[in-house]
């Protein structure tokens, strides 16, 4: 059973659109929403993270927005740069256990 | 601090052999993990340890796969016979918990080849 669903498995923006990267989760017990960013040949590292208390978190180009009677949430990158092609990762957290989404591969072209 | 540390970086073994993968967590963290990543199943938590104690193995896929930690600065993930469907990519991730979510620091990985 998937409890962490993420969408899509890839997508391609042209630098300086939006990315839209979105995750539902199942289990109401989450109290802690990080995304994480990962090159290829490195693991991945937190890159923001939001609390189901607040409905939106933004750092710098990066938002996240979150809708707890839905149980989804999204990423936005703002102005997306050929720097930010990676994989992106979505999870959900309670004290010391993650729960991973599957992943998006985003592409940005130059 | 140099991050979380794994060794070997690659590793590539025939059906049958044993396969031991190592981790050094960063100094002062509390919590050690063991994932496996894979194109299908994505990132998946294997088992995590507590102040060096397991407290969650319900992902270790079966009992070929163990997993130990001796101190705090060390820990091994033993495949035992290994198999080709063990291929994939295995992460440690260390954190330091003081009552609410740390932030998981990752390793760079070990590639595992099982032939």
């Known amino acids: 059973q998937q409890q962490v669903k993420q969408s899509p498995q890839s997508l391609i923006v042209q630098k300086g659109g939006i990315s839209i990267i979105n995750c539902a989760y199942e289990?109401?017990?989450?109290?802690?929403f990080p995304w994480y960013q990962q090159f290829p040949g490195k693991g991945p590292a937190l890159l923001i993270a939001i609390r189901p208390d607040v409905s939106e978190k933004k750092e710098g180009r990066f938002t996240i927005s979150f809708n707890k009677s839905a149980k989804q949430f999204s990423l936005h990158i703002m102005d997306s740069q050929p720097g930010d092609s990676a994989t992106y990762f979505c999870?959900?957290?309670?004290?010391?256990?993650?729960?991973f989404g599957k992943g998006t591969r985003l592409h940005i072209l130059p | 601090d140099a991050g979380v540390i794994q060794s070997p970086r690659h590793e590539v073994t025939e059906m049958g052999q044993e396969v031991t993968l190592r981790c050094k967590p960063i100094?002062?963290?509390?919590?050690l993990f063991w994932y496996r990543q894979t194109m299908m199943r994505g990132l998946e938590l294997l088992i995590y340890f507590n102040n060096n104690v397991p407290i969650d193995d319900s992902g270790m896929p079966e009992d070929r796969f163990s997993a130990k930690m001796p101190n705090a600065s060390f820990s091994t993930l033993k495949i035992q016979p290994s198999e080709p469907r063990d291929s994939a990519v295995y992460f440690c991730?260390?954190?330091?918990?003081?009552?609410?979510?740390?932030?998981?620091?990752f390793g760079p990985g070990t590639r595992l080849t099982v032939t």
């Open positions: 289990n109401t017990a989450f109290d802690y």
């Open positions: 100094s002062g963290h509390n919590s």
């Open positions: 999870a959900a957290q309670r004290d010391d256990k993650i729960i």
């Open positions: 991730a260390s954190s330091f918990m003081s009552g609410a979510q740390g932030e998981q620091y």
